[in-house]
């Protein structure tokens, strides 16, 4: 089954929180803290890897979870989490499921990306020590997990893509010239799933895929239609074969316009793509009708071959002519992402917002920062609140007419404002 398209939502684990201990060996007099830290979460990494063919597996598996690190013991500090590697195909693009950003497309073998990075151990009640603060008998939770929810969408990758209508002889002429072994047969949409084949030509080498059949209103997903038609955005040339004896004995001229049309509706940017047109089946008719529409299709722009994919005549040509085109075509260079692209602002922004109900402050930092800390002790928050208002926080609550009582929610958490002037 070929599956190019899949939601599946990533989750890393937590952070362990960190320990509140103090020494208490006889050799050590004064004591003192020595609590240790948490282990970090464990992250969820892809990895794009030219083994894998298709989406299905995440057909049957659609939530991936990191584990989580260990909590803090006394002075021993806790394991971190495990990471999870996940392999995806070469060619599948990650955009945020609600609103379709773009977070990264995997053009090569090997390239990694850290969809959900995992939370941060907690610190230890020994970090909080200072001149003032001598016994701290607080430590600090272990970072939240990133949860993230993506649509996985695979668009082959090819260097010259196959298209025309349905029994064309797409099939048979990659399966010809490279060594794919595509189904074949005399009915429409034979191929269901894009085929890819390497061929080998003289001092060439390309990648050729044999797109499905597409038909007339492809563009607005009749047929196989769109689901298929995007497959065609990762070629560099484009072969329309012509199939000059139809078994419909339809108009070979008339079906290159339907298709070249579908093209043009779906992305003028694919439609103005080097294009090379091979007529297919040369050898069903005589040379005259070869001849004719030969003449007749050069009247469109696009240098024409006349061929036969199951005799291999006038194959060479074609091939030349696309190592050609190859050659001379030059692609910019892709770097590899290798870390976190999830969110707009960075990790120190923060916001107030005014809601029916009383105010949010709203940012990644912040958030972190109160999820971290250990709201049932007292000395722990005090510490939050000092921390809270030296980057800001309280000051632009006042600015936005923050009052005595109203609510103020922060994350998951919800609190009072009291002013303490």
């Known amino acids: 089954m070929f599956l190019d398209e899949a939601i599946v939502e990533f989750s890393s684990g937590k952070g362990g929180s960190g320990a509140v201990a103090f020494h208490t060996e006889k050799h050590v007099p004064r004591g003192g803290p020595n609590g240790a830290d948490g282990g970090k979460g464990g ?4 990895i794009a890897d030219r083994a894998r063919r298709t989406l299905y597996d995440f057909k049957l598996l659609d939530h991936y979870e990191a584990e989580s690190g260990v909590h803090g013991l006394g002075n021993k500090r806790g394991r971190n989490g495990k990471d999870i590697e996940i392999k995806i195909p070469i060619g599948t693009l990650v955009t945020l499921d609600e609103t ?16 959900a990075k995992g939370g941060r151990g907690g610190h230890g009640n020994m970090h909080y020590v200072n001149s003032v603060r001598q016994a701290p008998n607080f430590a600090e939770k272990g970072g939240p997990s990133e949860r993230v929810r993506v649509k996985l969408e695979l668009k082959l990758l090819a260097d010259v893509g196959l298209i025309g209508m349905p029994n064309a002889g797409k099939s048979t002429l990659i399966s010809n010239i490279s060594a794919a072994k595509p189904k074949i047969a005399d009915y429409p949409f034979t191929t269901i799933v ?26 607005e997903g009749i047929g196989l239609g769109i689901q298929f038609l995007k497959h065609v955005q990762r070629t560099r040339v484009l072969v329309h074969v012509i199939d000059v004896f139809p078994v419909d004995e339809s108009d070979p ?3 290159y316009r339907i298709i070249e049309n579908e093209l043009k509706q779906y992305s003028e940017e694919i439609y103005v793509r080097p294009r ?19 003449k007749a299709f050069k009247k469109f722009g696009h240098p024409v071959f006349a061929i036969s994919a199951a005799t291999s005549v006038g194959l060479d040509p074609l091939l030349d002519q696309l190592g050609l085109i190859l050659d ?9 992402v290798v870390m976190p692209a999830l969110h707009m602002q960075g ?20 958030e972190r920062m109160v999820a971290m800390s250990d709201l049932e002790s007292r000395d722990s928050v005090r510490y939050l609140q000092r921390r809270l208002e030296k980057i800001g926080i309280f000051t632009k609550l006042k600015e936005a007419g923050v009052e005595e009582g109203d609510s103020v929610a922060i994350g998951e958490f919800e609190f009072e404002y009291k002013d303490e002037r």
């Open 194 to 219: 894009p085929n890819l084949g390497v061929v080998q030509f003289r001092e060439y080498s390309f990648t050729v895929a044999d797109m499905p059949g597409l038909i007339e209103g492809a563009s």
């Open 253 to 255: 001229l008339e079906n």
């Open 347 to 366: 990790e120190d922004f923060w916001e107030v917002i005014e809601e029916e109900d009383g105010y949010r402050v709203r940012g990644k930092r912040v």
């Open 100 to 115: 379709g950003e773009k977070i990264v497309d995997f053009t090569k073998h090997g390239m990694k990306f850290v969809i």
């Open 276 to 294: 090379l047109i091979a007529l297919n089946k040369i050898d069903l008719v005589d040379k005259d009708r070869v001849k004719e529409l030969t």
């Open 43 to 46: 992250d969820l990494v892809l």
């Open 328 to 336: 001379a075509a030059t692609t910019e260079e892709e770097i590899p």
